[in-house]
């Protein structure tokens, strides 16, 4: 087995910024919809359409919507976790 | 020397060799979970796909709808793996003797703990020469999602979904959100009947029809045809009738991914790999292994709450807690470890409804309506069995679930013997839940129940009425 372990940052992605809704949690109160409208929508009375992947830009709104849900769904990637290592 | 089970474990934590088989959320979350666990050994992930692990459920939503790219649902990480990955490799065959896995490109890995989380793929059109047609779909990976949302993009006049489980009523809502002219056919007598039976099934039917769908319950897809460049532009229906359409989306379910391990002497097969509710798996002999764990959904487990019955369950939400579970396991021995006692919960999003899910519908045999009304689409459906609830489903009331899957846990009575918010004004009468008979074959469940533990006889619950 090859242990070479190779260190990349996303670039490949342009820096996207990744989260997941954990949607059996989510009860559908659009705070995040509210506080980060480009990224969170809601679709009907209750349901969730996000963007799991967005830019720098929408980051600072991002964070303020993950911190705003009542119910603590949305998992915003850590900036330490954003080096992913690769095996070749 | 007498070395304490204490120690082996520490031993085991710092040194051990981990191998993770399936890359995706399951894989990826048991893989977190060890390194927060603290095991510091070697650790590998080893996934057919080519992709760091993504996220699945957006692909017929939002990425179907054109609102997010089909290659950027890639899952965030909680924290950083540091593992091997090898992605693009599937894993091809298991030693269980010589605790080594073998790889497509021919290398074999050891390890000291294999985690199988290998999951399942779509059921694939029967016809594989109709399936290889121009314009046949199925869903499941994100390069499927991509290339569905590019046709799509096209406008194709007509698009067939076959199979109105989750999936394909996904599908066909995000189509008929993008204005292309829509046709569903299904074997059962309407849309999400295997997974929810009648009763909620005949509001899911309404539901499609009012946004446009062109809704054909009771019948099955019986050929898709080419023209002479291998384009798809018919298919004909049990019923005599045929129906010109561009794209056909092929959503009969899933089928595991056990095929590598047939011969390994685990008890893997066409329904998953058995494994006790602490994650590990069971040989061919029933005996449980204490190496091999498996998480996901190519697993199936008992559930005491819901009679010991073996669950299959593909959700997001049982990948996620099992993994964990499976992990916790991996590096803890005794009365350390874990069972995975999670209550199945899913979430579907289909013309503007969010429908929710708590238990096990398909194990209920009468429905009653708590709160709210089908009429409305808007409501509370809990499910029954032998006088206890084990199973709720909401339309657009998210936030009852939890209440209820509080009931199920402490195995409340059925029907419930309290006044809801909202009182029925006809009283609560429970009336059967519709569901068919097991034995046909369905796409629709996304649980499947299957045998008994003998251990069962000697459980001891306490029942919450005489």
């Given amino acids: 087995m090859c242990d070479r372990v190779v260190t990349v ?4 992605q342009g820096l ?6 954990d949607l059996n949690r989510c009860q559908g109160y659009a705070q ?4 980060a ?5 809601m679709h009907g009375e209750e349901a969730l359409l996000y963007d799991p992947a967005f830019t720098e830009a929408h980051r600072e709104q991002v964070r303020r919507a993950a911190a705003a849900c009542p119910v603590q769904a949305i998992l915003v990637e850590a900036d330490e976790a954003r080096v992913t290592p690769v095996g070749a | 020397m007498a070395v304490s089970v204490g120690e082996v474990v520490q031993a085991f934590r710092r040194d051990g060799r981990i191998v993770v088989v399936g890359a995706s959320l399951a894989g990826l979350r048991a893989a977190e979970a060890l390194r927060t666990g603290g095991f510091s050994g070697s650790l590998t992930l080893v996934g057919d796909e080519p992709d760091l692990p993504y996220d699945r459920p957006p692909l017929s939503k939002q990425v179907l709808l054109g609102r ?5 649902t890639t899952l965030p990480q909680r924290n950083s793996v540091n593992a091997q990955w090898r992605l693009g490799t599937a894993a091809t065959g298991l030693d269980l003797a010589a605790k080594r896995l073998r790889l497509a490109d021919g290398e074999e890995i050891d390890y000291d703990r294999l985690l199988i989380a290998t999951g399942v793929r779509a059921r694939p059109w029967f016809n594989a020469a109709e399936a290889a047609l121009d314009g046949v779909f199925t869903v499941r990976t994100s390069e499927d999602a991509a290339r569905l949302e590019r046709r799509l993009s096209a406008r194709p006049s007509r698009v067939l979904v076959v199979g109105a489980g989750f999936t394909g009523s996904e599908i066909a809502s995000a189509c008929r959100e993008r204005g292309l002219e829509v046709t569903v056919a299904e074997r059962g007598a309407a849309p999400l009947v295997g997974a929810l039976g009648g009763v909620v099934g005949a509001v899911a039917a309404d539901l499609q029809r009012q946004h446009g769908v062109d809704l054909r319950t009771g019948v099955m897809v019986t050929a898709l045809e080419g023209d002479s460049g291998g384009r798809l532009e018919r298919a004909h229906l049990s019923d005599g009738t045929s129906l010109d359409v561009e794209v056909a989306v092929i959503a009969l379910g899933a089928t595991r991914n056990t095929e590598w391990l047939a011969g390994s002497g685990l008890a893997a097969g066409p329904r998953g790999i058995a494994c006790d509710a602490g994650c590990r798996a069971f040989d061919v002999q029933g005996i449980v292994t204490d190496d091999v764990f498996v998480a996901g959904d190519v697993a199936r487990s008992p559930h005491p709450l819901f009679g010991y019955q073996f669950l299959s369950l593909e959700h997001w939400g049982n990948a996620v807690e099992q993994a964990g579970v499976a992990a916790h396991n991996m590096i803890n021995v005794g009365p350390d470890r874990r069972a995975h006692l999670w209550v199945p919960t899913f979430w579907s999003s289909q013309f503007g409804v969010n429908i929710k899910s708590v238990g096990v519908p398909n194990m209920g045999d009468e429905i009653v309506i708590t709160q709210g009304s089908l009429a409305e689409r808007r409501f509370v459906a809990v499910y029954g069995f032998q006088g206890r609830i084990v199973a709720a489903v909401t339309f657009d009331q998210a936030k009852w679930l939890d209440f209820y899957r509080e009931q199920i846990e402490v195995r409340a009575p059925f029907p419930p013997d309290y006044a809801t918010v909202d009182r029925q004004p006809g009283g609560m009468r429970p009336v059967p839940a519709g569901f068919q008979d097991p ?4 796409h629709g469940a996304t649980v499947t129940l299957t045998g008994h533990d003998p251990n069962e006889r000697r459980v001891q619950f306490t029942p919450a009425r005489a």
Avoid: K, Q, Y
Wanted: charged fraction near 25%; glycine fraction near 4%; proline fraction near 7%.
């Fill in chain 1, 9 to 12: 940052w996303l670039e490949g």
């Fill in chain 1, 16 to 21: 996207r910024m990744r989260i997941v809704v």
């Fill in chain 1, 32 to 35: 995040c919809a509210f506080l």
């Fill in chain 1, 37 to 41: 409208p480009d990224v969170f929508e």
């Fill in chain 2, 68 to 72: 997010a790219r089909a290659d950027a």
């Fill in chain 2, 439 to 442: 034995s046909l074959p369905s």
